[in-house]
C-alpha cells in the first residue's frame, strides 16, 4: 500500500518537473522572439520591447530557481474542490496544466493554508496531511497526518509532519539559514499569514523560528500584496552584517529577490558603519534626548550677526542690518521647509531686500535704474564676495556629516547646547574629525538629514520628475503584462527596472537602499530588542503607515541601549497600536542544553522566555575547569577538533579580552578552516564575540570563560544565555583559570 502511494507521488511529481520544464522552455522560445523584433528607434515602443523581455526573464528565472523541493505537501480535501479534485498539492510555486487546471498550489495562496493549520480538532476542510521528502526531482519518503480525532491520540496533533520536521532539524548546519516552507509550523503560520497592516510584535525565546518566520512572513505579504508591495519594498533589518550574511540566501530561494535587507549599521545610504562605541556612549547616542540636541544643533547654525555689516558690491557699499537678517530668517522658517531647502528662501529673501536698498541708494544720487538692471544689480549682488561670506555666516548650507561631525569635535559649540549636561557626559561624545562613523551615528545622520533636506535643494525637483518618470513606465508595463497573458507571475515594477534607458532602471530594492527618504510598504525588524528609541525613530519614518513585524525577544537584550520590555519600548512610539503573537517551541536548541541555559539565566537573575523544546541531544552540557591560559587555550581546541570531526559547524565562543590569543591558536591549528568574526560563518570553526553570535547558530558550541562574558559585557547574564543557547547538537563551556562553573549549572 504504502509503496503504491509512494509510487504514485513519484509519477504526480515527476509530472510537476514536467510541466515546470514545458513551461521554462516555451518563456525562453517567447524572450528569443521578443527580442529578434524590431521595434524601430523610440522610447516608447523600446521599452514596452524591454518590458516584455524583462517578464519572461523573470519568470525564466523563477521557473529555474525552483530546483529542488518544487513540491512538498498534499491535502485531501473532505469535499472535492472547486474544479472537482479532492488532492491539492502543495509547493514552493503555483502551477498550472494546459487548460489552466491547477496542478500545484502556492504555500502561500488562501487555499494552502490548511496544509499548515489543519489539525484533529480544526481540519479546515481536510480529511488528510502528506509531506512529500524529495531528494533532487525524487520523491523518496511520504508522512501521513489523517483528521480523524478517533484514529489519533492528543500528542500526535501537536507537531506537523514530525518525520519531516525532525529530519530538517537534525541536518548538519552549513553556515547559511534555510528555508522552511515544506515544515512550517501551526503557530508559525498564523504569524506568516497575519495581516498586513498594523504593527505585529513575535516574541519567542532563543531557537524558536522567529527569524525564519520572520523571512517566510516577509515572502507571504509580497506574494499577497505584491501590487501594493511591490512599487513601495519590503526591508529587513537585522542587528549586524554577519547575521545578514547568515540570512541572505533565505528570500531567494523562496522566489524573492525585491527585498532589501540591512543591518542597524547600514540605514544611511553612504555609510557603512560596523564599528561599536563603548555602550556608554552607544547608550546615550541611542537615547531619545539625541534628537532634540540635533535638532538644537541645526537651529544654531542659523545665526543673526550682532552688528551691521557693510558690504562691498562692485564699489557700491551697503549696510547689511541684523533686524534685515532676522526677518529674511523668519520668513523663510515660516515655509516650513529643512534647513537647507529653507537657506534657499533666506537667500531669497535677503537678495530682495539688498536689491531694493542698492536701487534707492543708486536713484538717490540720480542714477535711473528700471526692472532689467535690478536684475543685473541682483546677480552682482548675489555673486559678490561679501554677501556671500555674510550669507553664508548667517545661514551656512550643511551636510548631515558635517553636522554631526562638528559636533563632536567642537567642545564648545557642544557645551552651548548642552548647558544642562555634565562634563563627562558631554566627554562621551568627544572624537576628533575624520573619526569613522558608528553604528550608534547612524540614527544621528538620520535624524539631521531629515531636518536639513537636501544639500543642493535642486536635487528634490530632479528627483519629483524621476518619480513622475517611474510612475509613467509602470503603467505602461502594467498595460504589457495584462496583454502578454503573465499577470500574477511578474510584477510591473520588476519590469520597469529592466528598461535600458530611463532613470528608474534600478529595482526596487536597489533603488530603496540608495534612496535615504524612500518608505517602505512593510518593514522587518529582527532581533528588535535591541534598537534603542534612536535608531526606532529611523524606521518609523521610512513606514508611515506603520506597517511593521517586530521580532525579538526582550530576555536576550543585551545592547547597552536597549529596552527589556516591548511596552517600554513601543509605547513611547505608537503607544498601544500593536498587537502581540507569541512562538513556544524550541526548534533549535536540545531539552538539555535549554535546561542548562535556562538555569543560569535564572541563577544570575535574567528571566526568561520559556519556550518547549523538540529534540534531545546525546551529548551532556560540560563545563571542563582549566589551570592556567594555556590550558585553556590547549582546552579550547581540543574541543574544537572534537566537535569538527563529528561533522557540521562549530563556533568559539569567547569574551573580548581573550579573542586575540584564541585566534591565533585557531588559525595555526585550523589554518583556513578557522575564522574569527564574520569570516568566521563560512568556515567550520568561527570565532566569535557574544554580539556577533547574536540570531547565529551551529551544530557545535564551545563557550569560553562565562564568568568573562558576564563580566565584560553590558547586559553579561543576557550574552552568556544568548551564546549558550546557539547550539543545535553539542555545548561545552571551558572554565579560565580560578574560575567557578556558573551558577546553576
Ligand atoms: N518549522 C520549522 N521547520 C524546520 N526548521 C525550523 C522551523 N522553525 C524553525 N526552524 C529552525 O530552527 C532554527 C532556529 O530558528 P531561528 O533562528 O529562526 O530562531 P530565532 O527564534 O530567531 O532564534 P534566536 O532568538 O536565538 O535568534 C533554524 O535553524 C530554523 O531553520
Do not use: C
Amino acid at each position: 500500500m504504502a509503496d503504491t502511494e509512494l509510487a504514485r507521488e513519484r509519477e504526480y511529481v515527476a509530472g510537476l518537473y514536467a510541466r515546470l520544464d514545458s513551461l521554462r522552455e516555451e518563456a525562453e522560445r517567447e524572450l528569443t522572439t521578443v527580442r529578434r523584433e524590431d521595434v524601430g528607434g523610440n522610447h516608447q515602443s523600446r521599452s514596452e520591447r524591454d518590458a516584455y523581455a524583462r517578464a519572461y526573464e523573470d519568470r525564466i528565472s523563477q521557473l529555474r530557481e525552483v530546483g529542488e523541493r518544487l513540491a512538498f505537501g498534499r491535502l485531501e480535501l473532505i469535499d472535492p474542490d472547486a474544479d472537482g479534485s479532492d488532492l491539492r498539492y502543495i509547493g514552493r510555486i503555483g502551477l498550472r496544466d494546459e487548460n489552466l487546471e491547477p496542478l500545484l498550489l502556492d504555500w502561500r495562496a488562501p487555499q494552502a493554508r490548511a496544509f499548515y493549520q489543519a489539525t484533529a480538532a480544526t481540519p479546515l476542510g481536510a480529511r488528510a496531511r502528506r509531506h512529500l521528502t524529495t531528494k533532487g526531482r525524487d520523491v523518496v519518503r511520504i508522512e501521513d497526518e489523517v483528521f480523524d480525532s478517533t484514529l489519533l491520540d492528543e500528542e500526535g496533533t501537536q507537531l506537523q509532519g514530525e518525520g519531516a520536521l525532525l529530519a530538517a532539524l537534525s541536518a548538519q548546519r552549513t553556515g547559511q539559514m534555510h528555508d522552511i516552507v515544506s515544515t512550517i509550523q501551526a503557530e508559525q503560520d498564523r504569524v506568516i499569514r497575519s495581516d498586513l497592516s498594523g504593527v505585529l510584535v513575535v516574541q519567542g525565546g532563543p531557537g524558536t523560528g522567529k527569524t525564519a518566520v520572520a523571512l517566510h512572513r516577509a515572502a507571504y505579504l509580497l506574494y499577497t500584496y505584491r501590487e501594493r508591495l511591490g512599487s513601495s519594498g519590503v526591508l529587513v533589518v537585522g542587528p549586524s552584517r554577519a547575521f545578514l550574511q547568515y540570512i541572505n540566501a533565505v528570500l531567494p530561494s523562496l522566489g524573492e529577490t525585491g527585498v532589501v535587507l540591512s543591518s542597524l549599521g547600514q540605514l544611511y545610504p553612504g555609510v557603512e558603519a560596523t564599528l561599536e562605541d563603548a555602550p556608554a556612549v552607544a547608550a546615550l547616542k541611542g537615547s531619545a534626548e539625541m534628537a532634540a540636541l540635533v535638532k538644537r544643533a541645526v537651529r544654531s547654525r542659523q545665526r543673526v550677526p550682532e552688528a551691521d555689516q557693510t558690504l562691498e558690491i562692485n564699489g557700491e557699499k551697503l549696510v547689511l542690518q541684523p533686524s534685515l537678517i532676522a526677518d529674511a530668517m523668519a520668513k523663510a522658517r515660516e515655509s516650513g521647509k529643512p534647513y537647507n531647502e529653507g537657506r534657499v528662501l533666506f537667500v531669497k529673501n535677503v537678495l530682495t531686500q539688498l536689491t531694493k536698498q542698492l536701487t534707492e541708494q543708486l536713484r538717490r544720487r540720480g542714477s535711473t535704474v528700471d526692472e532689467a538692471d535690478q536684475a543685473y544689480l541682483r546677480e552682482d549682488i548675489r555673486t559678490a564676495y561679501d554677501v556671500r561670506v555674510a550669507l553664508n555666516t548667517a545661514w551656512i548650507p550643511l551636510t548631515p556629516e558635517k553636522l554631526i561631525e562638528d559636533l563632536y569635535a567642537r567642545p564648545q559649540w557642544l557645551t552651548s547646547l548642552t548647558g544642562h549636561w555634565s562634563k563627562a557626559k558631554r566627554e562621551l561624545l568627544r572624537r576628533d574629525r575624520g573619526s569613522e562613523f558608528t553604528v550608534s551615528d547612524v540614527p544621528l545622520l538620520d535624524e539631521s538629514a531629515e531636518l536639513l533636506g537636501d544639500y543642493e535643494p535642486g536635487d528634490a525637483a530632479k528627483k519629483r520628475a524621476e518619480k513622475a518618470q517611474r510612475r509613467r513606465d509602470i503603467e505602461n508595463a502594467k498595460n504589457a503584462i495584462r496583454n502578454m497573458g503573465v499577470d500574477g507571475m511578474v510584477s510591473a515594477e520588476s519590469v520597469v527596472s529592466g528598461f535600458a534607458e530611463t532613470t528608474a532602471s534600478l529595482t526596487t530594492a536597489e533603488r530603496a537602499a540608495s534612496d535615504r527618504s524612500w518608505t517602505y510598504g512593510h518593514i522587518v525588524v529582527d532581533e528588535a530588542q535591541e534598537l534603542s528609541p534612536m535608531q526606532w525613530r529611523v524606521l518609523l519614518r521610512k513606514s508611515p503607515l506603520r506597517s511593521f513585524t517586530i521580532v525579538g525577544d526582550v530576555a536576550q537584550a543585551s545592547s547597552a541601549a536597549s529596552s527589556t520590555s516591548w511596552d517600554a519600548t513601543l509605547s513611547p512610539l505608537i503607544g498601544e497600536n500593536w498587537r502581540l503573537e507569541e512562538l513556544t517551541v524550541n526548534y533549535r536548541t536540545p531539552s538539555q542544553i535549554v535546561d542548562a541555559a535556562e538555569r543560569v539565566a535564572h541563577a544570575n537573575g535574567l528571566t526568561v522566555t520559556r519556550s518547549r523544546s523538540v529534540r534531545t541531544t546525546e551529548w551532556p552540557v560540560s563545563a571542563d575547569e582549566t589551570t592556567t591560559d594555556a590550558r585553556l587555550v590547549d582546552r579550547t581546541l581540543q574541543l574544537a577538533h572534537e566537535m569538527a570531526a563529528s561533522g557540521g559547524t562549530v563556533a568559539v565562543i569567547a569574551p573580548a579580552s581573550r579573542t586575540a590569543e584564541l585566534a591565533d591558536a585557531l588559525a595555526e591549528s585550523f589554518g583556513n578552516d578557522a575564522g574569527a568574526g564574520v569570516a568566521g560563518l563560512s568556515r567550520t570553526v568561527a570565532l566569535l564575540e557574544p554580539p556577533e553570535a547574536k540570531g547565529l547558530e551551529f551544530d557545535s558550541v564551545v563557550v569560553v570563560s562565562p564568568a568573562g562574558i558576564v563580566a565584560e559585557n553590558t547586559r553579561g547574564a543576557s550574552a552568556l544565555y544568548v551564546a549558550m543557547t546557539r547550539s543545535t547538537q553539542r555545548l561545552a563551556l571551558v572554565l579560565s583559570p580560578g574560575e567557578e562553573p556558573p551558577a546553576g549549572l
